[in-house]
């Protein structure tokens, strides 16, 4: 039944649909609408209420809404310098989270799985009663085979070859395979979804951490390439002959340019000196008239200005979005990135594109992990037809926004703290 999986979507994604909404957009007549939410309210992945009045004559449509408190998935985001794991309820709402510090100390496979694993245990447990999990997601800064969630390369900190996914699935033991995906990629999906791209078809999203990886849309499709491993814009070489040594082992590479370390050499920090307090904190010199920050931060954004318009040039987006710390460097550099584009790209491929931060911000890697946690069962919501999700215990909390980003509890340890 393939118009469950897809009401079920418009309901996940836009948060409350009335039933003639849903009839327009699906192109059925309200009587399948209302068989096909029957079904959906049996396996309680629905609820159906009454609208505030509308002001118009005669009876208003019901408005369905998702069961964010019975249905839920677990989500992971491991960036380079922390880890976070979180409970989503179906509509995207994030309900509770835990967050540590991940050590910046090379390959850490079972540090990072240990740690991850003891909080989505906590998270599950802690559930509202007769919550039922349907799915894992994770997002991880390197590049992922697909297939099994296996990291072939992680150049910041070394992971090469590391059954992240197969390894966390076994450590959590919920009997649920774990899909992992590129912290980039999931990017996009989740500001073309929820974010700052909703309706796009064709976007670019660069995600600043240590480095920059980048997720691009084509034709409301993510671009993946054919292994997964495509999109790597980061190792775009932007600067072959006196270009900074990037951690692939290439040189002049678009993250060595632009990336943390860039940045903060470039201001004269010292190499302990790190983190997104770091940058931001040249960025807040740069502000104040600092020289050295100011250098620095023009620097950065003619370099990522170039890169930039390598990218509208290639693929023509409809926008550009900046997240990570590209969220930070971009309103700092807008005038370069503006400058370069505005000298670098053809006129007709400059002349509508729009360039925008990231508006799920820091959980846009996290939002897009939960939605591979969802993902079957937006594709088939049929294996829970055969059994209706118990009742809550107490009534169901109002509905939280449409993107849920920030919403929830939130929990903050070092990695190697005790339960």
């Known amino acids: 039944m393939p118009n469950l999986g897809i009401l079920l979507r418009y309901v996940h994604l836009d948060g409350a649909v009335s039933r003639t909404v849903l009839a327009e957009r699906m192109g059925l007549n309200r009587s399948t609408i209302m068989s096909l939410t029957a079904e959906l309210l049996t396996a309680g992945l629905v609820r ?28 992971f985001d491991v960036a380079v310098d ?8 179906l509509g995207g709402s994030v309900t509770d989270r835990l967050e540590a510090v991940r050590p910046r100390a090379g390959a850490d496979l079972d540090r990072v799985v240990e740690v991850l694993a003891r909080f989505g245990r906590r998270l599950h447990d802690s559930a509202p009663p007769g919550s039922v999990c349907v799915g894992i997601g994770a ?57 700052a791209g909703i309706g796009l078809q064709n976007l670019v999203y660069l995600h600043g951490d240590v480095g920059v990886g980048g997720g691009i849309i084509v034709g409301g499709k993510l671009l993946d390439g ?15 002959y006196d270009g900074r040594a990037c951690g692939c082992g290439s040189r002049g590479c678009f993250e060595a340019e632009v990336g943390e370390r860039a ?20 960025i807040d010199d740069a502000d104040r008239g600092d020289p050295a920050a100011l250098n ?12 930039v318009a390598n990218l509208i040039n290639l693929f023509n987006p409809a926008m ?11 309103p700092a550099a807008m005038a370069q990135v503006r400058h370069r584009i505005a000298s670098n790209v053809l006129p007709v491929a400059r002349e509508r594109v729009q360039l925008r931060t990231s508006a799920l911000g820091d959980d846009a890697t996290l939002v897009g992990a939960a939605e591979l946690g969802f ?26 926004r449409r993107h849920g980003a920030g919403a929830g509890k939130r929990g903050v340890a070092e990695m190697s703290s005790p339960a």
């Open 375 to 400: 993902a079957p069962l937006l594709a088939n919501p049929q294996h829970l037809l055969t059994r209706a999700i118990p009742p809550p215990a107490r009534p169901a909390r109002a509905h939280a």
């Open 226 to 240: 054919d292994g997964g491993y495509g999109c790597e814009v980061g190792h775009m070489v932007i600067n072959p």
């Open 320 to 330: 550009v979005i900046f997240g990570g710390m590209l969220r930070d460097v971009y």
């Open 139 to 195: 997002s991880y800064c390197g590049m992922i085979r697909p297939a099994d969630g296996m990291v072939r390369f992680g150049p910041d900190l070394g992971w090469v070859d590391q059954a992240f996914g197969a390894e966390l699935s076994r450590r959590l033991g919920l009997g649920l395979p774990v899909t992992v995906g590129n912290e980039a990629h999931l990017g996009a999906l989740a500001e073309q979804q929820r974010g």
């Open 48 to 75: 159906e209420e009454t609208p505030a009045e509308t002001g118009r004559p005669g009876r208003p449509s019901l408005v369905v809404r998702p069961e964010r408190d019975r249905v839920h998935v677990l989500a």
């Open 82 to 89: 922390r880890v976070t794991a979180a409970r989503v309820g």
């Open 263 to 282: 940045l903060l050499d470039n201001a004269g920090r010292p190499a302990t000196q790190f983190g997104r307090d770091a940058v931001r904190a040249v």
């Open 296 to 307: 620095a931060v023009r620097r950065i954004g003619d370099w990522l200005g170039i890169g």
